[in-house]
């Protein structure tokens, strides 16, 4: 079953509008999650790594005030896409490991957002 | 700079074997994932190899060398539902993940 439960799975929103994405772990805790975007035929690009109860680490072009990443539990990652423009389009997924630093990622169900 | 490379897309016949490479560059190694993407979702795990050799699981297998930044996944008596996207990613020395763009196989009846 899925150990990573991702929400909502599709949204549509009006351009300048706010999306909230969640991610939760479901029966482990996960002091670290990350966030990935995913444009059509083309691999995973890492956000940010959102970190239980400290601040996300984005990465290098990624603005952290238009994607906040709250991470105020070890079971819950939330992303939010402010005042979002079409060009803010795609899949978003979501992943956590399972503890050890080594082990591969669950993977969220994804959240295919589409701006107007 | 750290790169991925794998073939953007593969077609195989139903029942078949192929065999899909990815060769890696990275700042240190900690390991090899390879994941299986359909279109739409979510990858999922197939497998992780950190030593040299190959891990078999099931219809599927895994290759890495390490001194040669290369590894290959081997998919055996295809069906039509492993058509999907399969993606290499290399853990470097800071345990970050670096991400092939994927290889997309096609399989054909």
């Known amino acids: 079953g899925a150990v990573v439960s991702q929400h909502p799975s599709r949204v549509i929103c009006k351009s300048g509008t706010s999306v909230k994405i969640e991610c939760r772990s479901l029966?482990?805790?996960?002091?670290?999650m990350f966030w990935y975007r995913q444009f059509p035929k083309q691999s995973l690009m890492l956000m940010a790594t959102?970190?239980?109860?400290?601040?996300?680490?984005?990465e290098q072009g990624v603005e952290k005030d238009k994607f906040l990443i709250n991470h105020a539990s070890l079971t819950l990652s939330t992303l939010t896409v402010t005042s979002a423009h079409p060009e803010d389009s795609s899949f978003y997924i979501c992943?956590?490991?399972?503890?050890?630093?080594?082990?591969?990622?669950?993977f969220g169900n994804g959240t295919r957002l589409t701006v107007t | 700079g750290q790169n991925i490379d794998q073939p953007t897309e593969m077609t195989a016949t139903e029942g078949a074997i192929v065999q899909i490479n990815c060769t890696y560059q990275t700042s240190g190694f900690n390991g090899l994932f390879w994941y299986q993407q359909h279109a739409g979702e979510a990858p999922t795990f197939l497998s992780y190899?950190?030593l040299d050799g190959l891990e078999e699981k099931g219809r599927f297998s895994s290759f890495l060398s390490r001194s040669k930044g290369y590894s290959y996944l081997l998919l055996k008596e295809l069906q039509m539902k492993d058509s999907a996207s399969y993606l290499c990613a290399a853990l470097d020395s800071n345990y970050q993940l670096i991400w092939g763009a994927g290889t997309k196989l096609i399989i054909k009846p």
């Open positions: 190899n950190v």
């Open positions: 959102s970190n239980e109860g400290s601040k996300a680490t984005y």
């Open positions: 992943s956590a490991g399972m503890g050890q630093i080594a082990s591969p990622l669950h």
């Open positions: 029966d482990f805790q996960a002091t670290t």
